[in-house]
C-alpha cells in the first residue's frame, strides 16, 4: 500500500554513491578541449533599487478613521391580553337558522310495456313534415368577356433599339506563356538505383505449422456445483401481509344537508378599497427662461448645398415629342363597373307549426334485459405450508473467520517498535527492528534489520 514520493527508478542503496558508468560514457570518448557556445541570453536578475522606501500609502494618507457609535437597541413591549370575554356570536348564526331539509326524491317516468306482436305500418314525422322538392337549378348570372385581339400590327420601335449602336469586339491579346513542354536533345538514360543496387535472392520455403489433432479426455465431467451441493428445496412459510383490510366507513343515519363548509366558513362584508385623489398640478411662480448656452453662444452660418457630381451621360438627346402610348393602354381599357347586389336564396322548406313528439325508434322499440356476469375459471394461488425450519447456512458464515487489519509502519513519522540508522542518497529512511529471536546455541537476542520506506 505504501507510495514512495520521490520516485526512484532502482533497487534502493545503504547509503553508497551511483555509479556513473553507463554505455554512452564508454563508446563515446571525450574531445579536445572545445568548449560550448556562449549564450547570449541576458541573466534575469532582481535590480534593488537603492532609495528608501515611505510606509506611506494613498489610502493612509487619504482615509480618516472615525469612532464607530453603536446602534440603540430598541426594547420590544411585552404583550398584554385584553380582559373579559371574547363573545364568538355572528351575524350569520343570528339570521341563517337551520332548516331541516328533506332528501330529493327520483324522478323516474313510468315502465312502459311496448308490444311486438303487431306489424308497425306508419309513418314517422320526419317524412311526414320533410318532404322533398323539386328545386330546378339557377343559371349563373356572370357576364362574359371575350378577349379580341388588335388587327393592326405593331410596328413602333423601342429606346434600346433607337439608342442601341452594335459594334465590333476587339479581344485583348494574351501574354501568358504557351503551355507546352520543351524537349532535351540527349537521350534518355533508365537507370536507377534500384536497379544498379538491388540483388536478387532466392526465397526461401514458406513454414507450414502442423495440425495437433483434438485429444478427448477420458475422466467424465463433474457437473455438480456448490450450489446444487448445498442448496436443498424445502418450503418456507409464506410472509403474512401487514396491510389493513379495507372496511368501508357506512352509516345508517339520516343526511342533514349542512356541510361542514356551510356550517363553519360564514360571508363577511367587503370594504372596498379607497380611492387615492391625484395632486392637482400647481406651476411655479415667475416667467421660465428658455434661452441655453448652447442657443446663447451658437453661431449660425450659411452653407451652401454640396452640388451633386454626377457622370455625363452619353446617350442621345432628341427634339422629338414622347410617344407614351403601349399594347398595355391601348389594348387592355378601363371598363365601367358597378357592385353587384348580394344574391340571398329564398326559404323553398315551410317550418313546422306542430307540437315536436320527442318519442325515438330506440326508447320505443328498446327492451332492457338483465346482464348475468361471467363466472371466473382462475384457480386460486393457495400455497401449501411446511412446517420445516429454514437452513439459511452459508459457506460463508460457517468458513469464515475474522482477521485483522494491520497499518503499515512507513504511515508513522517514527514507527513504534523501530529504532532509525540512517538516510540514503534518494531520502529513503532506514530502521532497525527489535524482535528477540532465540537461537539454539546462544540465548542472547538477533536484532533484525528492516528497511520502512518514508
Known sequence: RHRCPHKPTRIYDNGQQPCLTTEYVEKYPKY???????????????????????????????????????????????????TGEIE????????????KIQPVTLVRPLERKHTTGGKLDTIPTYQDDYRSWEVQRREPS??????????????NSTTFQDDFVPRELNPRQSFKPPCVAKLSDVPFDNTTSHR????????????????????????????????????????????????PEKAKVRSNAHFNGVTEFQDRFQPWLVSLPEVRKTKEY???????????????????????????????????????????????????????????????????????????????????????????PAQSFKPVPAIAPNSAPFQDETMYRTEYTPKKQETCPANYPSPPGYVYVNTDSHGHKFFRQLTPEFSKSNSNPIPKEVAVLS
Open 88 to 99: 364568538l356570536g355572528t351575524t350569520y348564526q343570528k339570521d341563517y337558522n337551520a332548516h
Open 32 to 82: 579536445s578541449n572545445i568548449s560550448p557556445p556562449r549564450s547570449l541570453k541576458p541573466k534575469q536578475e532582481y535590480q534593488v533599487h537603492r532609495g528608501k522606501m515611505e510606509g506611506i500609502t494613498t489610502f493612509k494618507s487619504d482615509y480618516l478613521p472615525y469612532d464607530i457609535v453603536k446602534r440603540p437597541f430598541r426594547v420590544q413591549e411585552e404583550h398584554k391580553p385584553k
Open 282 to 372: 400647481v406651476p411655479p411662480p415667475g416667467n421660465i427662461d428658455f434661452n441655453s448656452t448652447s442657443h446663447l453662444d451658437y453661431v449660425k452660418h450659411e452653407i451652401s448645398p454640396a452640388v451633386p457630381i454626377r457622370p455625363v451621360s452619353n446617350g442621345r438627346r432628341t427634339n422629338a415629342p414622347f410617344q407614351g402610348n403601349t399594347t398595355t393602354k391601348e389594348d387592355f381599357k378601363a371598363w365601367g363597373s358597378c357592385r353587384q347586389e348580394i344574391t340571398k336564396k329564398q326559404q323553398e322548406i315551410p317550418k313546422p307549426a306542430g307540437k315536436f313528439y320527442d318519442l325515438t325508434t330506440f326508447k320505443s322499440h328498446f327492451i332492457p334485459h338483465q346482464i348475468i
Open 196 to 243: 544498379t543496387c538491388y540483388i536478387a535472392h532466392q526465397l526461401e520455403p514458406k513454414f507450414v505449422r502442423a495440425k495437433e489433432e483434438y485429444k478427448r479426455s477420458n475422466q467424465p465431467f463433474e457437473d455438480l456445483t456448490t450450489h446444487r451441493n448445498d442448496f436443498k428445496g424445502l418450503p418456507g412459510e409464506l410472509t403474512k401481509s401487514c396491510k
Open 142 to 155: 356572370k357576364v362574359e368577356n371575350i378577349y379580341h385581339p388588335p388587327t393592326e400590327k405593331f410596328g
